[in-house]
């Protein structure tokens, strides 16, 4: 499965920027209230959250087949999926390395589906048609984790939050949160065009009756029309849609978990427990304190830089114990981005730990992608990891060009102070 496919769809005609493309009615949306299981067992969804409840009605409604209203859709939906989920363990040892394969969850999303979704659809099995029957069956586990998981990528893949008419676009703006808990919709012909975070032209607005997919610039006639689905890293592509894209580079990511961070600043300072506590306080204090932190691909030419949270966590483990103090007091985040010789050295074992985690080189995987005869899966694994170690080079080169340029003028003050010993204040020269 892809967003982007062998098909394309093109402007028959030039079309200017915001004319409507298609409109797809509120009760022509594939959604839990739409769907008719909402009426057969109005209580069956319980405690299940949207995300659950949508997969559960897709299930449903794939079991109706003809019956359904949306069978017509459901028939161009894809089968096979090249989404991380149904990677094999050889396949996904090629990302070995990548903090990706921690995000695919897919024992945490089997023991979702056995106890939230097993016991329904047993209960139930009468009404979800042509999977009634093993539903029924001793094998009815085995059969819904496979059926759950194919729902689920295509919802992760095509659906779209919609508002509640309670919660203005604004509000849901200003709340990232909320966004998990709004209903969520199967949109059918919004999932026909490929999806290009840089090539976009057309995005789906929600109205008062309707989704509507307008354009979001001019698009000249034969041009292929491309969805919106974010600027996301080739990792998250892979993951969430089973494809990546060379426009995606731009975007790619290396996450540096914050455990390790604050393991290798503890250690490169030999804190003790009470001590590592205490410094945890400075960097909750300054409100630092993130899951990871995400070295970004630079352009061409331009410094490397670094998050500013990363830096200061470091900082607030590395500090000497009177200015530990001084800054605890103060509960007030430096003026000046603390970028010393000690956070340096941590950043450099950070990236080295980090670069040593992947079994293959840069110069190794710049071979491997010259063969003609590499299979998609694995050609892409080699893309994504070989992405992620070119940022780190460009982090390392930059962290290492950093610690010769602040050891050189430690070198000099050192060295101006032994030359200014026993000479006055006012006869020194800056």
Known sequence: MAKQTSSREVALDNIEENEELFSVSHTDLLTVQNSTLSKRVPNIFGELDEWMSLVLVMIYEVGQEKKSK???????????????MFWSSPELAELQGSSVVDKIGKDVS????????????KDH?????????????????????????????????????????????????DDSSALDHLPKAMVPLADMFNADGEMMNAHLLQQEFSMTMVASKAIKQGQEIFNDYGQRPRSDLLRRYGYITDNAKKWDVVELDSAT??????????????????RLQLAEDWDVLEDGYDLCRQSYGEVFEFPAALILVIHAYTINKDTFNAALKAREIPNEMPFNRDVALVLMKIIVGRLESYSTSIAEDVVLLCDSRLDGRRRMAIEVRLGEKEILAAAQNYVGARIVSLSRKDLAVSSNQECTKGVTTKERRW
């Not at 459901?74 to 089968?79: A, F, N, S, T, V």
Request: proline content about 3%; some cysteine; aromatic content about 10%.
């Open 70 to 84: 949306w069978w017509p859709y459901l028939q161009i939906l894809p089968e096979e999926f090249d989404t991380l």
């Open 110 to 121: 089997n023991r979702s589906f056995v106890d939230s979704l097993l016991p329904l659809v």
């Open 125 to 173: 099995n009468t009404l979800f048609g042509k999977f009634a029957s093993v539903f029924n069956s001793v094998n009815a586990e085995e059969a819904l984790l496979e059926i759950a998981h194919k729902m689920a990528t295509l919802v992760m893949a095509y659906a779209f939050d919609v508002e509640k008419d309670d919660k203005s676009e604004e509000d849901c703006d």
């Open 261 to 278: 961070v604050i393991q290798l600043a503890s250690e490169h300072c030999n804190l003790n427990e009470s001590e590592k506590n205490e």
